[in-house]
T-cell receptor, first 118, second 111 residues
Framework: NAGVMQNPRHLVRRRGQEARLRCSPM?????VYWYRQLPEEGLKFMVY????????ESGMPKERFSAEFPKEGPSILRIQQVVRGDSAAYFC????????????????FGEGSWLTVV | AQSVTQPDIHITVSEGASLELRCNYS??????LFWYVQSPGQGLQLLLK??????LVQGIKGFEAEFKRSQSSFNLRKPSVHWSDAAEYFC?????????FGAGTRLTVKP
């Protein structure tokens, strides 16, 4: 049973270009979470999606960032017109259902996508 | 709002010494708590988790953590550190449809 798959693992973009990061959740998982890890900082929640729906995007920057999780295919985190400050590791996680206290449910992380903006 | 604080940014211990990484949380309801480890350039691996029941939880790689509600803490411990334990450790608190992480503690192991 494959885990959460993220690609590309490493991506280099010039300032002003677009970055697209893909996340295929574990089989049977319909909930996806994106986190960003900036150098010397912890993991910051960005967005929580279910199939075709954005449930919580309170951690997403207001501009240039968007996320989707279509009915078919992987979840995509899209960053338009990248700037140097976007350089970070972006982690995707998935769970079979929404995390509910006491449910014993756990989210599973991918290995991350490292974005470098030059 | 829920939050997690890891007071120690960087800790150095000698190989074979004991380890304790601190984690304090703020959460309005019954939390559930996690510790993850991240090796350089790697993803996150779950070490252990607490949902309910026994407040001392055992994890992989010889780690354990103790939930103390009165202190809002969930500290990670290991009796004898190995050089391969050098990594970044993240504490996380979760609630309904959400999970928040601390800033991480970087562990260096001296020979």
């Amino acid at each position: 049973n494959a885990g959460v798959m993220q690609n590309p693992r490493h991506l280099v973009r010039r300032r002003g270009q677009e970055a697209r990061l893909r996340c295929s959740p574990m089989k049977g998982h319909s909930h996806v979470y994106w986190y960003r890890q900036l150098p010397e900082e912890g993991l910051k929640f960005m967005v929580y999606l279910q199939k075709e729906n954005i449930i919580d995007e309170s951690g997403m920057p207001k501009e240039r960032f968007s996320a989707e999780f279509p009915k078919e295919g992987p979840s995509i985190l899209r960053i338009q017109q990248v700037v140097r400050g976007d350089s970070a590791a972006y982690f995707c996680a998935s769970s079979p259902r929404g995390i509910e206290v006491g449910s014993g449910n756990t989210i599973y992380f991918g290995e991350g996508s490292w974005l470098t903006v030059v | 709002a829920q939050s997690v604080t890891q007071p120690d940014i960087h800790i150095t211990v000698s190989e074979g010494a004991s380890l304790e990484l601190r984690c304090n949380y703020s959460y309005g309801a019954t939390p559930y708590l996690f510790w993850y480890v991240q090796s350089p350039g790697q993803g996150l691996q779950l070490l252990l988790k607490y949902f309910s029941g026994d407040t001392l939880v055992q994890g992989i790689k010889g780690f354990e953590a103790e939930f103390k509600r009165s202190q809002s803490s969930f500290n990670l411990r290991k009796p004898s550190v190995h050089w391969s334990d050098a990594a970044e450790y993240f504490c996380a608190v979760g609630g309904n449809n959400d999970m928040r992480f601390g800033a991480g503690t970087r562990l260096t192991v001296k020979p």
